[in-house]
């Protein structure tokens, strides 16, 4: 019995792929619980079809794991900027960058959608809530092309480079 339990957890991790899908983001340096908790959303979020996460969407459009830019904000300032994830995508429905922020209630999310080679964003989809937000993710970028195999996108992605900075468009 003890080994049926066992085999059943290893497969169902297999399955999940909840530990495997992880960003390649060193979170001890990170101070802000608020952008802690929007990379574990990246990470876990399954898309509409169940078949993905949020990170494996991205990395089917583009993404490189090795170029993330992160906006570390102090969590107690008030009106402050806000944290936010930055990831260069390539779809046919969108070649460029895609912003994940907290929108300016901090109730819900945003999503901007930038072009390459301008800094002012063509899409924003503001007051996204957390159930909505694989989807509307997949919908503004997915053009349903899997860069990665079935067998790799639950392995981990084997990069700990992630760019820290004020790089982001403004809130």
Same mark, same amino acid.
């Given at each position: 019995? *003890? /080994? &049926?339990? #066992?085999?059943? @957890?290893?497969?169902? =991790?297999?399955?999940?792929?909840?530990? *495997? &899908? +992880?960003?390649?983001?060193?979170?001890?340096?990170?101070?802000?619980?608020?952008?802690?908790?929007?990379?574990?959303?990246?990470? @876990?979020?399954?898309?509409?079809? /169940?078949?993905?996460?949020?990170? !494996?969407?991205?990395?089917? &459009?583009?993404? /490189?794991?090795?170029?993330?830019?992160? $906006?570390? %904000?102090?969590?107690?300032? *008030?009106?402050?900027?806000?944290?936010?994830? *930055?990831?260069?995508?390539?779809? %046919? +429905?969108?070649?460029?960058? @895609?912003?994940?922020?907290?929108?300016?209630?901090?109730?819900?999310? +945003?999503?901007?959608?930038?072009? =390459?080679?301008?800094?002012?964003?063509?899409?924003?989809? =503001? +007051? @996204?809530?957390? $159930? #909505?937000?694989?989807?509307?993710?997949?919908?503004?970028?997915?053009?349903?092309?899997?860069?990665?195999? !079935?067998?790799?996108?639950? /392995? &981990?992605?084997?990069?700990?480079?992630?760019?820290?900075?004020?790089?982001?468009?403004?809130?």
């Amino acid at each position: 019995m *003890q /080994n &049926a339990i #066992k085999t059943f @957890v290893s497969h169902q =991790e297999v399955l999940d792929g909840f530990d *495997q &899908a +992880k960003l390649p983001i060193d979170r001890d340096s990170i101070r802000s619980r608020r952008l802690l908790r929007m990379i574990e959303l990246v990470e @876990v979020l399954r898309t509409p079809d /169940n078949q993905r996460s949020m990170w !494996q969407l991205l990395l089917d &459009a583009g993404a /490189n794991p090795d170029f993330i830019l992160m $906006r570390d %904000c102090d969590d107690d300032v *008030q009106n402050g900027r806000r944290p936010a994830i *930055q990831v260069r995508v390539n779809t %046919c +429905k969108h070649r460029g960058f @895609v912003v994940l922020g907290y929108d300016a209630d901090d109730r819900g999310f +945003k999503l901007l959608l930038q072009d =390459e080679g301008t800094s002012i964003a063509r899409v924003t989809v =503001e +007051k @996204v809530n957390v $159930r #909505k937000l694989a989807e509307v993710l997949e919908d503004l970028v997915d053009d349903g092309t899997r860069r990665l195999p !079935q067998a790799t996108t639950n /392995n &981990a992605v084997s990069s700990n480079a992630a760019i820290q900075g004020d790089y982001l468009l403004r809130p």
